[in-house]
Structures are given as structure tokens and as C-alpha cells.
């Protein structure tokens, strides 16, 4: 199996000229000869850049959830409230497909992309050949979804922005919040710099 | 290589030194930190949490009933379940961070809901915003996150500086805890609370009065309760006296001294002072009422509670209990009445310890002298009545010694009646009042009286036909008359031819004549009499007739009686 980067040849981002690139001593860099930017046969530290981000979420994970994101006070009662609260008083008003969503959109949809990135980061780094095609499409499928999760820091930032009736209604986002956005923003950082070729890199080697 | 001859064709890449160093580690360490912080502040914000207990959940509501001190938002209930036992509710909340070191033994807990007492009315902010638990820090005791709410907002702390006296009263009134003590209707304390004496049968009340105003209070100042307003309804006409707005609606006590009376020396912490039910009473009675009791063995209505107790036409004191008893010497019921006296309105003075040393002894050397109780009437408009105290001496001592606690005043019979007597009577006038009308008409209806009234027509008929017969009888005498001047005028023809015969004879005869005609103008004057006597005579007769009538109608009606109750004649009449 071949790959360009088997043979030394990477492509410019910049200005897309196929390049060969010798083999690199530590800390030396490869540039285009014709506009300059770095060059790269794969994404430059891919593994341990992700595994920064794929970190930091974890941090911002747990405040994530157990902060309140949102405190919506009508007419006069509210109380500060979780992502997880808010989907259990969405399934006990009996918005069941509502609470589902937002469980989905909020609280599964993060938490499965980080171990996803975790398993495929673990599986990189142990070189596993199994099934790099299904691990690939696995990759899409977060990579895609992952912004998705941003659907609830956006109803909120625009309630709060909207909601403000004072005595009759009002909409404070938590501290929570801010932990919440930060997972997504992280992961979706986590995921572009995750390299998925070098998921293929171990099948290279092995032919 | 062969297989690739484009590769010579490929651009070389220009290699140079990295700058720097990696730096995507900063990522989750600022994620880490962030997170550490975000999450560090949240625990943070979670001060501590306790459980307070109360009796009812009443205005509370899990997850926004607020807990605030000085109106300062200190916490928020988390919730509220009940007590194993079901007794109590217990109320955890979740208090804002730094509140530990506050959490004392003495801090305390209680509801605040709107309530009308308590400086006025508080709490009426929470009728929109709900109740909340009022809390009161402490510094001082050991630390707990358990506490026992309060039922009641706390009284002042009772290291509080200012005036605290004690007032007595035999009943509650509107007066509760926090209600305002003033002195010319400026707000000078308020009760801290109030006990029930088992001993006295009272309640005494504990009255804080602030520090600037605390000389104002002096031994003999006068106490009231100025709860409501006054009417009274005098000769001066119609008058409300109330002493403010804020009393009128809940209540309060008022202070001063007696009209007149100088100030006395301040009062100090402990001293006990009278609370009067009005400010008259008051101004009037400063010293504890004493007691006594009185037996009637009469009927006592128009007497009830309140009723006045009058001593030579002054008000001492009042009934206070009226009561039934049942003496089983004479097996008859007695009418037990308490009377409660203001002793000092007798000023006494120097008196008191002629009469005796103990109350006793005063009161038996009154009732040597003649004291004795007895029933009056006080309105002889309504009928109601008052105990009178007066002296008697010359009537008996009976006493009942019914009672060991009180002392027994003797009675005598009571005195006068009043309207409300009279009408009592009412319906016995009215039924005698009926039986003389049913007897008249029974009257009427005996073929007696029919009699009566026919014998009574023939005897006018034929007193008419007498008055008849008297007025033709009286035309002979006339006729008589007539005939007797023409004897006198042949008398005259006859001295005519006497006169020519003798003179001295005519003279005589002249004489005779003479005489004759003054019988015959007597006569005249006699029949004139006659005549205009006749009309008076028949008025006098009718009037005869009447009352001969009248009689007649009474004999009728007696023989009536006597007929039909023949005994009568010895029993009397019996009705």
C-alpha cells in the first residue's frame, strides 16, 4: 500500500505544489519552496495536539454538567438549572421527544465524541490495523455531529439575550455554560486535528 | 526508483529550523484550569447546608422560599419533607458561603408572613413575594446545622437595654406579642410576651420600654388598654375616643399617670403595674381589685357581670361572677355573686388600720357597723340592677360562709322597683284588666240587667207624667188666684156702699183692705217663685234619676253576682 507519504512527498496547504520532503532531523521544519508555508506529511503532532484538546474537554466536562447552565426565573420562581435537570423536567412535563433531543444534542452527543476520540486515539497509538475504513467513517460521523452540540449553547446565549422581563421572566446563563461551549469548541478543535491517515499508516507499513 | 522518473520532476522542500516549542499543551492546562476554577467557585457558592424544623410548611416552597437576615438574602430552601414521627416539617436549606461561622446554638429561625401585630402590621411585602424564613445570626453558642424554627418572630434579645415591667390583667384582650406601648400616643415600647399565672388566674404580660423613654414610667403610672375606640353615650351627646389608627385595628396599651397626680418615683425593671380594660377604669383603679361574695336568696335579674357595685351612691367595683348555689341547710338555691372592689377608691387612708390590719378584719368591723349588700335598681329605664353597699345596722347578719377564699358580705332584701318591676307586673294588670271586661259583659248579657233597663224606662215614664200632672195642677192655683182678686174687687164694690154708710167703719174697712192686697202681692210673689223654681226642680230630679238608675244597675249586678256565687257573702270575692 502506498501512500505520498511513503514516498516523501507532501502537498502544499498553501499553494498546493507537490513537494519532496527529506527526511527530518528534530526541530527542523520543511517549506515550500514556492509560497512558503510549513510543510507536512502529516498534521504536525496530531496525536499529542489531540489529546490536549481531548483533555481539556474531559476538564470542561465535568463543570459541563454538573454546573448550572441556565436559571430561568417566571414570574418570580426559578431555580438554577442543570443540562441534565433541564432534560429531566422536560421528561417529566411530558416533552418526552423534546427531553430526548436535548439528552442526545447536549449530554450523549459530547460524551461519545470524546471516547470515540479517546478509542481512536488509543488505537493510533497502538498501531491497530482493525478496521481503519470503519474507524474512518467513525471519524466523519463526530467530526460532522460534533457542532451540532452547539445547538444548546445558542438557545441560551439567544434567551438570554431576548428574555430579559424582568419580574415576568427572566433567562441568566450559569456557569455551565461557558464549560459546556468550551467542550464543544475543544472537541471540534480535538477533531481537526486528529489526522485520520494515520489511522492507514500501520497497514502502509505492514506491505 | 525507476518506476517513478517524475520524482526528479518534484520541487525540493526548503528545511529550516523549528521556532519554539509546541505550545498545544497550554490548551488543557487552561481547559484544566478553567474547569477547576469554574468548578471550585460552584462548590464555593454552596455555603452550608442545614435543616431547620417547623410545624407547619405553610408559605414555604422548596426551591424559592428565601431565608433572609436584616432582609438580606441568605439562603434558599432546598426542601422540605416531613419528620418521621409526622409531626414537624424539616426544611433544608442551602445558606450563602461565609455564613458558617453564624450558625450558632442562639441563632434563629422562623417564618415571616404577614402579620398583623407585631409593631403594627409586618410582613405585608410577603403577599406578593411569599413567605420567607426570617433568620436571626448569632455569634455566640457552639456551631449546628440543626436548628428548631420559631413559630413566632423572636422577641428582642433579652440583654436588650430599656425598662422591663410587668402588667396584669385578667383577660388577653387584643393584646399579643409585639403589641406597641405608648405614652401620649408616641410608641414608647411593646410587649415581649405574656404568661398565664396558674397561681392568680391571670395573664401578666412582659413590657419592654426603650432605654430614652424608660424614666417616663413611674410607680404610679396608669396602664390601659387602648385597643379599639370608646363610645359613650353621655348627656354631652356622642363620643369616640380611640387612641390611634394602628390600636384601633390591632390593639394596644397606653401609659400615664393619674390627672392631677404628681409624677412618682421611676419605675425599675421587674415592677408589676395593673392593665386597666379602659382608660377610665385606669385613671380610677390603680391597685389589684380585691374580692368578695355576696348570697342573695332572691331572684337577681337585671344583675349580670359588669354590673356596678355602688357604695353610698358611688362606683366601686363591679359584679364578676354570678353564679347558683345550692345551700343544703335550707335546701333552697342561693345566688352566689363575686363582686371585685377597688378599696383605694374608699381612701381610707389612715383609716385602714382603725378598721383592721388584714381585709378580714377591715371587713368584719364594716359588718359590725352595718355593712350589708343588697339588690337596687340602677336604670329604672332597662331594668337592670346593681349590688348596693350600704350600711344597715340594725339588720340581721346572715351569713352563708359558702365560700373559704372570699370574703362574705351579709345581705338584706332588696330595695325599690323599677320599671322594669312594674312591667313585670304588666300582665298580671292586663288579665284582671280582661276579667272585668268579660265580667261586664256577661253583665250585659243577663236577662237581668233587660229587666233593670225596663223598670228604669216605666220609672222615667212615669216621673214624666208626675212632671206632667205638676205643670197642669199649677193652672188651678192660677185660676185660684183669678178668683180671689174678684172677691177682693167685689170686696171693693162692697166697701164702696160701706163707705157711704160709716166712715170710721170705711177706715177700718180701708185697713182691711189694706191687708189685704199685701196678702194678695205675697201671693203673687209666692206663685212667681213657684213658677220659675220648676226647671230647676225637674234638672235635679233627672239627676235623682240617674244616680237612682246607676244604683239600681249596680244592685242588679250584685244580686247578679250573689246569685250565681252566694258565698261570696262570707268567702269575699275571690278574684
Known sequence: ?207 | MSSEPSRQELAKAVVRKRRGISTVWVIPIIAAAVGGWLWFRAVQADGPKIEISFETAEGLEAGKTLLKYKNLEVGRVLAIRLEQDLERVLVTAQLIPGSESYLRENTQFWVVKPRIGATGISGLGTILSGAYVGVDFAQSGSYQTSFLGLETPPRRSADAEGLRIKLRSRSLGSVSVGTVVSHLQIKMGDVEGYTYLRDEEMIEFDVYIEPQYADLVRKNSRFWNAAGFNATLTSNGFQIHTESLAALLVGGIAFDRALGEAPGEPSANGDVFWLMPTPAEAGDYTSEPLRDVVYFDEPVNGLTVDSPVVFLGIEIGKVIEIGLEFDPESTQFLIRVVLETYRHRLNLGSGSEVMGETEAERIQFAIDRGLRAQLGPSSLLTGTREVILDFHPDSPVELVNGDSELLEIPTIPSKGLGIGDMLDQLPSIVTSLEKSVAGIAKLAETPKTGETLESLHSASTSLSALLGKLDSDSGPLIGTLADLRTVVADLGELVQEVRAETPSLLSSLQATIDAAHGMAASGEEGVGSLAASLPVLEHELSVALREIASGMRSIAALADYLERHPEALLMGKDD
Open chain 1, 1 to 207: 500500500m502506498t501512500s505520498a507519504r511513503s514516498q516523501n512527498i507532501a502537498c502544499c496547504h498553501g499553494c498546493g505544489l507537490p513537494t519532496e520532503v527529506p527526511q527530518l532531523e528534530p526541530n527542523y521544519v520543511a517549506h515550500c519552496p514556492r509560497c512558503n508555508s510549513e510543510l507536512h506529511l502529516r498534521v504536525r503532532n496530531s496525536l499529542s495536539r489531540t489529546w490536549a484538546f481531548v483533555l481539556a474537554a474531559y476538564f470542561m466536562y465535568l463543570p459541563a454538567n454538573l454546573l448550572p447552565v441556565s436559571t430561568i426565573i417566571y414570574l418570580d420562581d426559578g431555580q438554577p438549572d442543570t443540562i441534565m435537570s433541564g432534560v429531566i423536567s422536560l421528561f417529566q412535563k411530558g416533552d418526552a421527544p423534546i427531553a430526548l433531543v436535548l439528552f442526545i444534542a447536549s449530554i450523549a452527543v459530547p460524551a461519545i465524541k470524546l471516547l470515540i476520540l479517546t478509542w481512536l486515539l488509543v488505537t493510533v497509538k497502538r498501531r491497530s490495523r482493525w478496521k481503519p475504513r470503519d474507524r474512518t467513517v467513525l471519524y466523519r460521523a463526530i467530526e460532522f455531529i460534533g457542532r451540532w452540540s452547539m445547538l444548546d449553547v445558542f438557545v441560551i446565549s439567544i434567551l438570554v439575550a431576548l428574555v430579559q422581563l424582568q419580574a415576568i421572566a427572566t433567562v441568566y446563563a450559569g456557569p455551565g455554560a461557558v464549560a459546556f461551549c468550551a467542550v464543544v469548541v475543544l472537541t471540534m478543535f480535538a477533531a481537526e486535528t486528529f489526522d485520520p491517515r494515520l489511522m492507514w499508516d500501520p497497514l502502509e507499513e505492514d506491505s
